[in-house]
C-alpha cells in the first residue's frame, strides 16, 4: 500500500461503519435509465464460447453492451494502482476474500494523459434484477443473475469489504455520471458454470 493509503483506509472504513445505511434502499431504487446507444443483443454462445476466450479474463454484459477485459489484483485503495487500469477496461479489486468478486469502473469518460478514458459501465444502470451477468476466467465462464441495485455514499465501504457466506460477485462505479460522492453497486450471485476448456 503507498504511504498514507493506510490511514485513508482507516478513515473511510470508520465512517462506513458509523453511516453502514445506503442512500436508497435497494429494491425501491427508481434511478432514469439512461438509453442504451451500444446495446448489443448478444448470447452466450455467440459471444464467449465461439471466440473461445481462454487466454484472459473478460467480463461480459449484454443487455448493458458491455464486453471488455478484467485486469485482476488492483488495489482499490490506491488512486496510483486503480486509475491506469480503469482508464482502460475493468478492475477487480484484491484482496476481497474467496466468496466476493468486486469489480469496478468508469461511468464517465474523462482525459487521462492527453486521450479520454472508456466509460465501461455508462450503461451499468439499465441493469435489473434477473439480468445476467457473464465472466469468462481464462475459459472457465460463470453466469451470474443480477439480484439488486443501489446507491451508495463514496465513503460507504460495506459493499468491498463485506464477507459474504455464499460467493458474490459486486460491480461499482460513479453515479449519477460524472459523480464524485456516490456509487452504483449492483450485486449478483451465481446461477451457472461453464468450462470451456
Keep these: 500500500m503507498a504511504k498514507g493509503s493506510g490511514l485513508l483506509f482507516f478513515l473511510l472504513l470508520t465512517v462506513s461503519l458509523l453511516f453502514p445505511k445506503t442512500l436508497y434502499p435497494s429494491d425501491e431504487l427508481n434511478i432514469p435509465t439512461l438509453p442504451s446507444t451500444s446495446y448489443v443483443n448478444a448470447k452466450l454462445n455467440d459471444v464467449i464460447v465461439s471466440q473461445r476466450l481462454d487466454d484472459g479474463y473478460y467480463l461480459d454484459i449484454p443487455k448493458a453492451g458491455i464486453f471488455d477485459k478484467i485486469q485482476d489484483r488492483v488495489d482499490p485503495f490506491n488512486i ?11 478492475a477487480q479489486a484484491s484482496g476481497t476474500g474467496k466468496n466476493l ?3 469496478f469502473a468508469h461511468s464517465s469518460s474523462y482525459v487521462y494523459k492527453g486521450t479520454e478514458s472508456k466509460a465501461i459501465f455508462a450503461n451499468l444502470n439499465n441493469l435489473i434484477k434477473g439480468d445476467q451477468i457473464i465472466l469468462n476466467k481464462y475459459g472457465q ?10 446507491i451508495v455514499h463514496d465513503v460507504d465501504l ?3 469489504t463485506q464477507k459474504p ?5 459486486v460491480l461499482q ?3 449519477p455520471l460524472n459523480s464524485l ?7 449478483a450471485k451465481p446461477v451457472e458454470v461453464i468450462a470451456v476448456k
Design 173 to 175: 462505479t460513479c453515479w
Design 141 to 150: 465462464i460463470k453466469k451470474y443473475q443480477v439480484v439488486s441495485k443501489k
Design 80 to 90: 496510483y494502482a486503480y486509475m491506469p487500469v480503469i482508464y482502460n477496461r475493468v
Design 101 to 103: 468478486t468486486y469489480l
Design 181 to 187: 460522492t456516490t456509487r452504483l453497486i449492483v450485486t
Design 165 to 169: 457466506k455464499e460467493e458474490t460477485l
Design 158 to 160: 460495506w459493499p468491498l
